[in-house]
């Protein structure tokens, strides 16, 4: 992500150029807007024109091995910090024990909003925090030499959700960073930040993005049609985000009723060879995948029984309505109970790493009982 790939904002990327070519650039810098603004892309942006070996005008070089250590993920010098869910029995303390999951999430969705991030880490409804090990891990990694020679620095997305202790533990390195480092906090809400954090920051005020923009960032970043991504902006409400998980979401559900059709007349006609293709194609998909596959059959079926007492969802998909219409006899009254236990359990059988091929051929044998009930 650079400035050159947000196609919005141009009144703050100015504000953060101008602090940059005037060496004006703060130690500390709050970005703050309304989820799905750009806050993080520009954090982001300008992260990478701090440590550029050879800036632009108006962007990081893109060429330099800064650069690409950067797009990669990969820069030594530039740390993330950002709320988590704290399970001491998943070794899940600091922001780096799920640094993976973060990264993969940003550069799939090219965003990140505070529910999907939630669900990324499985618990969509747990409020993530930023705790005191997390600034504990922060000044041993500020205090460290720059390992490339040029900035440190640390992008916190979210501080609002930092803990008293945790905030009390960075106020002298923020009041005194060490030469060259730099912190730039990303906040949705602002005046949910700790006052003494806050009170230490230069702030820069990021408004809504415009509709106009967030369908021309889809069109250039998600290859999209001008006719969805205009309808998928006048539903965001002005939040990036929102248009962007609206889009993948849609990608999804069209990969899994594709699946789950399959799957259904495979499990009715008792085909076991094709049902082991079958597993062996979702197999190969991916875990999450897999999962994600496993919560929509539980939506599915879900759609089953209220189609049965003719109750109707607005949200499901022509192409699932369709099929729904004939299916949903099969799934009812007498199989429904079995079937969200088969596929609870078979959604915390993937989470423990069990084999999903051995696990799915088994779920679908239970299928094909069921369904003749
Ligand atoms: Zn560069």
Not at 200 to 226: A, C, D, E, G, W
Request: proline content about 3%; charged content about 20%.
């Amino acid at each position: 992500m650079y400035f050159s790939d947000l196609t919005s904002q141009d009144a703050s990327k100015k504000q953060l150029l101008n602090l940059f070519s005037q060496n004006r650039v703060p130690h500390a810098l709050l970005l703050s807007g309304p989820e799905g603004c750009g806050h993080l892309q520009l954090a982001l942006s300008f992260a990478a024109l701090l440590s550029c070996n050879n800036p632009q005008e108006y962007d990081a070089c893109k060429k330099c091995s800064s650069c690409l250590k950067y797009e990669k993920f990969q820069h030594p010098d530039i740390h993330f910090s950002f709320p988590i869910h704290l399970l001491k029995s998943e070794n899940s303390e600091i922001s780096d024990h799920r640094r993976d999951i973060f990264v993969k999430t940003l550069i799939e969705t090219k965003c990140l909003g505070k529910k999907s991030w939630y669900s990324a880490m499985g618990n969509e409804n747990k409020q993530g925090v930023i705790g005191v090990q997390e600034s504990h891990s922060i000044l041993k990694k500020i205090n460290l030499k720059s390992f490339l020679g040029g900035a440190k620095i640390l992008i916190m997305w979210l501080p609002e959700l930092m803990n008293l202790q945790a905030a009390n533990k960075l106020l002298k390195l923020i009041e005194e960073p060490p030469e060259k480092t730099y912190f730039i906090l990303v906040s949705d809400t602002p005046d949910k930040i700790i006052n003494t954090i806050f009170s230490r920051m230069q702030h820069i005020i990021i408004p809504k993005m415009p509709l106009q923009h967030i369908s021309v960032f889809l069109q250039q970043n998600f290859n999209l049609s001008t006719e969805s991504s205009d309808t998928l902006a006048n539903f965001s409400n002005g939040n990036l985000n929102k248009a962007i998980i609206s889009h993948l979401n849609a990608t999804s559900s069209e990969l899994n009723i594709s699946l789950f059709i399959k799957w259904m007349r495979l499990c009715y006609s008792r085909n076991i060879a094709d049902t082991i293709d079958w597993v062996n194609e979702l197999s190969k998909m991916g875990r999450e995948q897999v999962k994600d596959f496993i919560s929509y059959s539980l939506e599915m079926s879900r759609h089953c029984i209220l189609g049965n007492f003719s109750i109707f969802n607005e949200q499901i998909t022509q192409k699932e309505e369709k099929f729904l219409e004939k299916f949903q006899p099969f799934i009812n009254h007498k199989n429904i109970s079995e079937i969200n236990a088969l596929m609870n359990e078979a959604y915390s059988h993937i989470e423990r790493n069990a084999n999903p091929k051995i696990l799915m051929l088994d779920v679908s044998l239970q299928f094909y009982k069921l369904l003749r009930k």
